[in-house]
Each structure stands twice: as structure tokens, then as C-alpha cells.
């Protein structure tokens, strides 16, 4: 089971979202679990109180150390494999999050997510437990929350089980550095569009070929500086060529 342990100071965001999400399948199946930690559960004082003002002076509050760190010790302290769970931190300042960043964080079996609110939390606690940073965009927003739930979800997604069948994902967007292929269902003629022919071949062959020519084709529309990274083929140039011209 991948274990995902979210240290925040709104459990109920967290909470929420999972629960009304297609990973609650895999949540109820055991194949993950998600587990929201209040922050203010390990606050220092007995008002709940997580945050104060900074040091040097400057605008809004900061959450300290130490509830961070005893919220992140109730994890691993009582880790049941007996190893240090990975810990990132959701800030704008970090590497920004993407598929292959999900692949590789889906094989770590506790993951903690430390979510970030006011000013952010004291740079102490950081240097000392966290093991990457990682940022969803460059824009701020309030809280951690929101990106962190981003990052379960597309994690999730790469774990065995977790989506009925694995093509799901196989041949989606940034699965291997391109978009999908454009997609369609019934009826075949819909306003006049007609649905591409040789997808109702049965050709399986051909129509992967054309599927991979679109997909392609979608890539250097929408998103050419992705095939930068890519060295294309003439023969594939010219496929996307002939495809082009055909619609
Ligand atoms: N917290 C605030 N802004 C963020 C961002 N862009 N990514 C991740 N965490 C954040």
C-alpha cells in the first residue's frame, strides 16, 4: 500500500476532495490511503495556535517549527516499515511538478506533503526533514492544499490497481513526452464531423499508426516545445504532413 500522510491545517480541503474523487475506490480497496494530520493537533500552546510573526520584520504570520516537526514524527516514529518517509513541501519556490516526477514519487511508500499557509513555515524545519520542494505552477495560491492534492491524484494514477487497467494511463498526455491522439465516440457523423475513417477499420496496425501521427500532430500545435526534446523521424514529418493536409 503507497501511503500518503498530508500535513496541513485544513484537514477538511484534503478530506473532502478524496472523498468525492475516483481514488475513493482505491482508498476503500486498500491499495492507498490518504490521511489529512492537523497541524494545530501538535501546536505548542493550548489556544491551537501554529503561527507568529516574523523575525526582521516584514508582513503576515509564519507556522514554526515545531509543530511541523512533531506533526511529521507521529509519522515517522511509527513508520511500519521502519524507514524515514520521503517528505516534500508544497511551495511556489520548488521544482515544478510533472509526469515523470509523479512516476518517480509513486514508488515511495510514505510520502509525507507538508502544506504551506500564511507566509509559509520557518525555513528551520524545512532544512531539517524536508527532502524536496516541489511547486505545481509558477503562481502563488493560499495554501498547500489544493497543489498537494494535484500530486496525490497524479501519483496515485501511476500505482498499480489503482485505475482499472493500465493502457489508461499508458498512452495519455506526457506519457511519453507528447499529447494524446484526439478521441472520439458515437455517432459516427456528429454536425456534419465525421469521425476519421480509418479508426472504424478495425485495422488495429494502422489505426495505431495514425493515432501516433496525431498525437504528434497535437503535440507541435499545442505544445511544440515539447518535440523540441524529441528527435522526429522524416518519415514521421511526413506522415504529420499528409495528416495535416487531410483535415
Ligand atoms: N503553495 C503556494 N503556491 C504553490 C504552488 N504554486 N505550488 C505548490 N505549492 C504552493
Redo the contacts with the bound molecule.
Sequence with gaps: MNRFHILTLFTQQVEYYFKHSILKRAIENKIISVDAIDMRDYAVNEYGKVDDTLYGGGTGMLIQCQPVFDAYNSIALNSSTGEKPYVVY???K?SLFDQKKAKELSKRKDLVIIC?HYEGIDDRVISTIVDEQ????D???T??EV?ACVIVDSISRMIPNVLPNEEAYMNESHMNDTLEHLQYTKPEVWKGKRVPQVLLSGDFAKIDEFNKTVALCETWSKRPDMLEKKALSTEEWQKMLEYKKSI
Design positions: 508544497m511551495s511556489p520548488g504551506g516541489i511547486s505545481i505552477g503562481y502563488v495560491l495554501g498547500g497543489a
